[in-house]
């Protein structure tokens, strides 16, 4: 990852962004939105941001290990108030085993999602990235739960305070079985969410920017116009597939998706 935002380089506005929003993850209490700080609609020093505190994580010793695409999905746009997609980063950290808990606390106001991850077994370095470029990069899909969190207030976020704010992201939950691209239909892919055995969210991969692998054509040209592109091996979370839904202490998520498997996961409940 290019060194391209460097405390010493950012912006006095980038800074000050980019350290109420560490503060609020590192106490776990949400703060007032970053929009006051940076000019309406500028994404630039959003990003500017939100690649600061990458940076900060990686020096901290953190891995990073792919990229999430968020505001993929129009009812998930209409929740937020936003009409366009971003991204963040994975870090290692941020995974959770299938089947596994969420500590009690270890999230401010957390969200869940279903949706496609892939796995890169090339590089996308191109900003024309095609979808025949894809195609040949994805080593396998896998279900995915993406655990989305907001160091905002009441979450409310315009797309600045989203993308500063590392695309709103928390955790992740992989499936275990890879399945290889061959005959899936990633478009085609029916999705259901529940929580305790209700469902409380659904859809399909063409709610996903048409399919998820239109969403991560989207992001491997934007990153690799941005000089740092997808790379083999990167875990890639293409967006959510229906609606978020909240989570809270002892509710149990569980998604399938067809084609592609079930996952799951568990938050404690409160000491």
Sequence with gaps: MPDASAQDAASPAVVKAADQLAEAARTRTACPPVRGLLDAGDLASAYAAQRLNVRRGVDAGRRVVGRKIGLTSVAVQRQLGVDRPDFGTLFADMGVPDGGEVPAGRLIQPKIEAEVALVLARDLPHPDCTLVDLLRAVDFALPALEIVDSRVTGWDISLVDTVADNASSGLYVLGGAPVPLTGLDLRAVTMTMSRG???????????????????A????????????????????????????????????FEAHISGLGRVGVTFAEQP
């Design 197 to 215: 055995g209700e469902a409380v969210s659904e859809g399909t991969g063409a709610d996903c920017l048409g399919s998820p692998l239109n969403a």
């Design 217 to 252: 054509v989207w992001l491997a040209a934007e990153l690799a116009g941005r000089g740092d592109p997808l790379r083999a091996g990167d875990l890639v979370l293409t967006g959510a597939l229906g609606p978020m839904a909240p989570a809270a202490p002892g509710d149990t």
